[in-house]
């Protein structure tokens, strides 16, 4: 079965089934041992320009909340709202599927013989970073199976938990810098609130 992430946790569960591995007192234990806890990490691939802009309005952020405002907290709090969409939206895979087709702007390497260079779709090069982020297991889980439900009606599709997060972040991060998104610390400040 292919991975839809870094980490596979549809594999890692399946593994754990077929060696009849249950939720008893040992299993935990043994997770334990193994390094398997509540939080897997990702490194997500982004442009540049969307990590120094998304930086930025951290900050911002931090200034009016007055507590540390990160990438890894925002890019949580949209991920928990892509979620949030998907049960809402009884997991209407086709509209999700075409929302994710129209934001992806993931770009196309090219060996040039010489350098490998990533460029956009018109052609011009993209400077990428990475950031790492730690997530909920089960919510990472839960986006691998939207992912893994994806493959019945578009089989072959190249979307990964990865890229679906840097579809959410960049698309945030563009509908911002267009002034679409209003009292954004008002939204976080809530969502930071029932974080703690």
Excluded at 3 to 20: F, W
Excluded at 60 to 80: C, G, M, N, P, W
Excluded at 146 to 162: C, M, N, R, S, W
Aim: with cysteine; charged share 25%.
């Amino acid at each position: 079965m292919r991975a839809y992430s870094q980490v596979n946790i549809i594999g890692e569960e399946l593994d754990r089934i077929e060696g009849s591995y249950t939720d008893s007192f040992l299993s935990k234990v043994i997770d334990r041992m193994l390094g398997i806890n509540n939080n897997v990490f990702l490194t997500i691939s982004m442009p540049s320009v969307i990590v120094i802009r998304s930086r930025t309005l951290c900050y911002d952020i931090t200034k009016d909340i007055k507590v540390k405002f990160t990438q890894t907290h925002l890019l949580s709090a949209l991920y928990e709202d892509f979620l949030l969409y998907l049960r809402k939206s009884n997991n209407n895979l086709h509209e999700i599927y075409n929302w994710l087709v129209v934001r992806d702007t993931s770009s196309v390497k090219i060996n040039d013989y010489s350098l490998n260079n990533e460029v956009d779709r018109n052609g011009e090069s993209v400077d990428r970073c990475h950031i790492k982020i730690g997530i909920d297991r089960e919510d990472a889980l839960r986006g691998e199976n939207f992912l893994l439900d994806l493959e019945d009606f578009y089989p072959g599709h190249h979307f990964t938990l990865e890229l679906i997060l840097e579809i959410i972040f960049t698309d945030f991060i563009n509908e911002y810098k267009q002034g679409n998104v209003k009292c954004i610390a008002q939204k976080l400040i809530k969502y930071t609130e029932s974080k703690n």
